[in-house]
């Protein structure tokens, strides 16, 4: 999607934003006079506002609400900024509770600080409307020159379930039409790759209410295409050295205690369950029993790195407001790999460590990468600043060696360790972040780990987390959205359909499918009784890569007709040669979109 036209800077486009929330809520006042109305922000590519008015908003609303604004922008209003007392501004906003409890408590954090002529700044636009605003804003109204109202949604006041729910109405706003008109195409082509909506369309994986939220089931062709993703990740890993582990869903309270996770994550784990005594959890991560399995005996310098790896499935309690499909999730599967090093073996270790990273997220399709180092927060920081400053350096050497364009993050490292989060970029230009190498001091220390160092004296080892998917769910739904369903050979749940034209070409059919299979093909023959041309388009609508039609002639000849998905068909090809293109077009990773595809 061309962005050529959108010149206008984040920051100018954050001030239109902002000021195109203020004549929405000009306009919500005019229409609905009784109307409480609370704030509004810029966000990424728009903005919202939320609105007490004792009901939903509705489509209809949005129209009304849309040429009312055009109106406000019309009569190209200025924006005048006014500062007044926390008094008057209390006087000012009579009536608007929201509003009073912003300024409420404005004054009441000055008073804490000694504060006695606090003010506050107020925009106003208008004969009439008023906002509470620090500002800035564009000169008037009719410098809006390109906005939609988008959608609403419901949300609870200051993001509290104790409190009010609120209407919220998104909206948008840009420099130019062309500007908007290409966000606006950018956004339908998102929905129509939405992996909620391909997933259902495909028949992959569903949430079936009886779960809980955030608790998916897969179908068989999802599950199809997972087994593919970790089949391949566990031959890659093991070409690499890596030992497989295996660990339990629930641990015993202590487990947790040792690891900080009680201190530190508890709002983010399930409840406890008590068991003969005892108190157990859902494990929300992996890393305290792999600690374990290294503790388990004296280990040797001659041992390191020593790689444990885990498709190891985590709880963690999401917020429902934050579920989104397979992106956001209760439960999920993370491949998850815990390296221990000594210090002479950071460097290189880091250096494979991030090479075997792109490779495998190269081999699913991606190849622009973006990376962020998060460094050192002194003050909420454990270990030595010498660890820290190994590590850090270690993870900058690394994204030089490979080439990788990356920006630091003063100061936004885990208080365990400095980290390395890798961001792909789909088919549509979305970056999307899914790897991570953390450094942790905190777990060897916690779980007290230690090696026989070849001088024969006890040291501390390095230990790297490092995960590639991120998680197997949300992985899977970037894939889905990154090839619109379309997925290449090697990962297409059913890689050929093949469709006899009558009964009696069924054996014919039947005699192909047997000949693909055995060489480990994924194959599908459709002997419903629909006619040809619906099997057909069943076939093209499932983003089958291949569909094969047999009838007389080809029986006849021993050979086949093959569509290629989003090709012409292909008469007359010989068994023996489409089975060797198969496998060709299967032994290549790596040939997936890089623009957004048209499946």
């Not at 501004?89 to 300024?103: D, R, S």
């Not at 999730?329 to 993370?334: E, K, L």
């Not at 739904?477 to 006899?500: C, D, K, M, R, T």
Request: glycine share 8%; hydrophobic share 35%; with cysteine.
């Amino acid at each position: 999607m061309s962005t050529d036209v959108l010149t206008m800077d984040d920051e100018s486009r954050q001030t239109l934003r902002h000021s195109t929330a203020h004549v929405l809520a000009q306009a919500v006042l005019a229409l609905f006079p009784d109307a409480m109305y609370a704030g509004g922000p810029p966000i990424e590519d728009g903005f919202y506002y939320d609105f007490d008015i004792g009901r939903p908003f509705t489509p209809e609303d949005l129209e009304k609400l849309e040429k009312k604004m055009r109106g406000i922008i019309a009569q190209d209003q200025p924006f005048e900024r006014q500062e007044v007392s926390v008094a008057e501004a209390l006087q000012v906003f009579t009536g608007q509770p929201y509003k009073l409890e912003w300024i409420q408590g404005i004054g009441d954090d000055a008073a804490e600080q000694g504060v006695t002529d606090e003010k506050v700044s107020l925009y106003r636009n208008g004969a009439h409307f008023v906002d509470l605003c620090r500002g800035p804003h564009i000169a008037s109204t009719g410098k809006v020159t390109a906005f939609k109202l988008l959608r609403t949604s419901g949300a609870y006041w200051r993001g509290s379930e104790k409190n009010p729910m609120l209407q919220r109405i998104y909206g948008t706003a840009w420099e130019s039409k062309e500007a908007l008109q290409a966000y606006i195409d950018r956004k339908e082509e998102e929905l129509k790759r939405d992996h909620r909506k391909v997933g259902t369309e495909l028949d992959l994986f569903s949430f079936p209410p009886e779960l809980g939220a955030g608790l998916a089931v897969w179908h068989p062709r999802g599950g199809v295409i997972r087994r593919v993703m970790e089949e391949y990740s566990r031959k890659v890993h093991e070409r690499s050295g890596y030992e497989f582990v295996y660990s339990p869903h629930i641990a015993k309270s202590v487990l947790w205690e040792t690891s900080g996770h009680l201190d530190f994550y508890a709002e983010n784990m399930y409840p406890p369950m008590e068991l003969e005594g005892s108190t157990y959890y859902a494990k929300p991560m992996n890393c305290p029993f792999h600690a374990l399995i290294f503790r388990n005996r004296t280990r040797s310098y001659r041992e390191l790195p020593l790689r444990l790896f885990e498709f190891g499935t985590v709880y963690r309690f999401e917020r429902s407001g934050a579920i989104q499909g397979l992106l956001r999730v209760r439960g999920m599967t993370q491949d998850d790999a815990h390296i221990f090093v000594s210090t002479e073996q950071v460097v290189p270790e880091l250096r494979t460590l991030l090479g075997f990273v792109l490779q495998m997220l190269r081999d699913f399709g991606f190849d622009r990468f973006e990376a962020k180092l998060s460094t050192r927060d002194p003050e909420k920081s454990i270990g030595e600043q010498e660890g820290w400053d190994i590590a850090t350096d270690a993870l900058r050497q690394a994204l030089e060696a490979e080439g990788v364009a990356y920006e630091v993050d003063e100061g936004a490292g885990a208080f365990y360790g400095p980290k390395i989060d890798i961001d792909i970029t789909d088919a549509l230009g979305r970056p999307w972040q899914c790897s991570t190498l953390q450094f942790d001091f905190n777990l060897p220390e916690r779980f007290d780990l230690e090696y026989v160092a070849d001088d024969g004296t006890r040291q501390r080892p390095f230990v790297i987390h490092r995960v590639l998917f991120g998680s197997v769910e949300r992985f899977f739904a970037i894939l889905v959205e990154h090839y619109a369903g379309a997925f290449p050979l090697w990962l297409s749940p059913v890689q050929v359909v093949i469709i006899p034209i009558a009964e009696n070409h069924h054996s014919y059919a039947a005699s192909i499918a047997d000949q693909l299979r055995a060489a480990d093909v994924r194959v599908e023959v459709d002997l419903s009784n629909e006619t040809l041309g619906n099997r057909i388009r069943k076939a093209q609508s499932s983003k089958t890569p291949y569909t094969i039609v047999v009838g007389d002639n080809e029986e006849k000849a021993g050979l086949l007709s093959v569509r290629p998905r989003g090709g012409k068909e292909l008469r007359g090809v010989a068994p023996k040669d489409f089975l060797l293109q198969l496998q060709q077009e299967m032994s290549v990773k790596g040939s997936g979109a890089t623009s957004a595809p048209n499946p």
